[in-house]
């Protein structure tokens, strides 16, 4: 019996009806795959990335559950295998991830009953990373009717879970799924996995350019940084749904008409404090490339041709850079932002280092700029690394920074200063600190990576420095069971060791 996949709009209009109005808004990714998991076996379902949790919806759409919850994946990697249940022509164009998901431990029927102390509970807040959304591409239908075929028992819905499942998980022995009992039991030379275990949800993309890890990604990384800081409450004004056009158009507007930076300067506020409150319109904001053109215009608009602006000029600048970096991280599309406009990625990062020069300034407005800067060239390193398409690549935006002394010399101060943070982790316990710092740290790390055009001259400048200075276990031991986020900054640490 062959099957055919529910097209995105029909499966789209099911989630609207769904979801909540901020669950849709959150939408990262709607793509077809085959998911497995050690509960349900294999089937071919909708992922559906939100904000702070990863949902399947069936094929045909009539309900959706969750997955798993991203503050509780421990590990996202790309297999490179061809899956034995798809026919192999089949098999070779399928992408498999495996996320592998921490969850509360589970008693053995054999096993004695223990005590264990509850996950604590992880602080969130409202949007501070916006999502990107990408709707992949559907398959051939051809393609749908082999994967049927392939799939024994995918064809119609499952009567219900086999009577015994077994996967071999690496590190961990075989986990089972028994036929009455929703509780995992596994074992390793005998022992119980016990609160430590993880278990692994494997996906199979049905399509040959997938965005489904880089989304995946981006979603945890986002999730950490919103768990990472303390409940905040927004004071920002509340646009409408249906006034989010009229809203967008007349800040716009009145940018392109005022002359004065204090009328900008309330204008930028005013969108800014709109957007951290709204995700809706953060999304809006992206509908047309003109938005994205006026806003990144104000980023120089009032420096002068030597970058010699004045207080206000700069304080500006700062704020029309936070705003961008908001607004970039919620291009769904990942499109608009490399097309054609006044402000291409490029130009950004050379409106950065010209923000970097400015004289005589106070210290409090000189670090404001540089974490302005620091998060704006974060999102948009992200946004390239994260778009497999586009036409901007690690290697254009590193050009960018290579193509001058000033450029060189704040990308090294970037690796410089992490160096020195990394000696006061104490530091990192603080939401906010911890957070610039990760960033500051994926920054690093993209600037070391194949394809940069300063990596070469950056690990000859610093690889004493992370070869003998920087002791990881130590840092591990420090920041055990602290904030979400410097367990990936922990991660960034680890990769430019192997870097250097």
């Known amino acids: 019996m062959s099957g055919r996949l529910a097209s995105t709009a029909a499966v789209e209009r099911f989630l609207q009806r769904s979801l909540t109005a901020e669950q849709y808004h959150g939408m990262r990714l709607l793509e077809p795959c085959v ?17 702070d949790s990863v949902m399947v919806c069936d094929n045909p759409p009539k309900k959706t559950s969750q997955l798993f919850a991203l503050r509780d994946v421990s590990d996202i990697a790309l297999v490179h295998e061809v899956p034995e249940f798809l026919q192999a022509e089949l098999g070779r164009k399928v ?16 096993a004695s009953p223990t005590s264990y102390s509850p996950r604590a509970s992880r602080q969130s807040m409202g949007s501070i990373a916006s999502p990107r959304l990408s709707l992949s591409p559907l398959p051939p239908t051809a393609d749908l009717v082999g994967v049927r075929k392939s799939i024994s028992g995918l064809a119609a819905p499952a009567p219900g879970p086999q009577k015994r499942l077994s996967l071999a998980l690496p590190a961990l022995g075989t986990v089972t799924l028994e036929e009455d009992t929703d509780s995992l039991s596994g074992s390793f030379d005998g022992r119980d996995l016990g609160p430590a275990a993880d278990d692994a949800v494997h996906l199979y993309t049905l399509q040959d350019q997938s965005r489904l890890i ?16 303390p409940p905040m409450v927004h004071s920002g004004p509340r646009v409408a749904e249906d006034q989010h056009s009229t809203f967008l158009r007349g800040i716009m507007k009145d940018l392109a008409a005022r002359k004065d930076i204090e009328a900008r300067f309330e204008l930028v506020d005013q969108l800014h404090s709109a957007c951290s409150t709204s995700l809706g319109l953060r999304r809006h904001f992206w509908k047309t490339r003109e938005h994205y053109a006026v806003l990144a215009d104000q980023l120089v608009l009032h420096l002068g041709p030597a970058g010699d602006g004045d207080a206000d000029a700069v304080e500006y600048a700062s704020l029309v850079a936070e705003a961008l970096s908001g607004l970039i991280a919620a291009d769904p599309a990942r499109s608009v932002l490399f097309e054609a406009a006044p402000r291409a990625p490029g130009d950004i990062v050379t409106a950065l280092l010209r923000l970097q ?30 778009a497999p398409d586009s036409p901007v690549t690690l290697a254009t935006l590193t050009g ?13 101060s970037l690796v410089g200063e992490f160096l020195r943070l990394l000696d006061r982790p104490a530091l990192f316990l603080d939401g906010a600190m911890a957070i610039s710092t990760f960033r500051q740290a994926r920054l690093c790390t993209r600037l070391v990576s194949p394809g940069s055009v300063l990596a070469e001259s950056l ?3 610093f690889r004493d420095e992370f070869r003998y200075m920087v ?5 591990r031991t420090e920041l055990a069971g602290s904030l979400p986020i410097n367990a990936h900054m922990l991660a ?5 060791r192997e870097a250097f």
């Open 400 to 412: 960018v920074l290579a193509g001058s002394a000033a450029g060189r010399a704040f990308a090294a």
């Open 492 to 496: 960034c640490v680890v990769m430019l």
């Open 471 to 475: 002791n990881v276990s130590a840092l």
């Open 35 to 51: 998911v497995q998991t050690p509960e349900d076996g294999r089937g071919i379902k909708f992922v559906v990335v939100l904000e």
């Open 95 to 110: 992408t498999h991830v495996r996320v592998r998901v921490r969850r509360e431990p589970r008693l053995s029927r054999s």
């Open 357 to 386: 020069g400015q004289p005589h300034l106070e210290p409090s407005l000189a670090a404001s700029i540089r974490r302005s800067s620091v998060t704006l060239l974060y999102e948009l390193f992200e946004h390239v690394m994260h």
């Open 214 to 229: 880089a989304a995946l990604d981006a979603a945890r990384l986002d999730a950490a940084i919103r768990e990472s800081l």
């Open 459 to 461: 690990r000859t400048s």
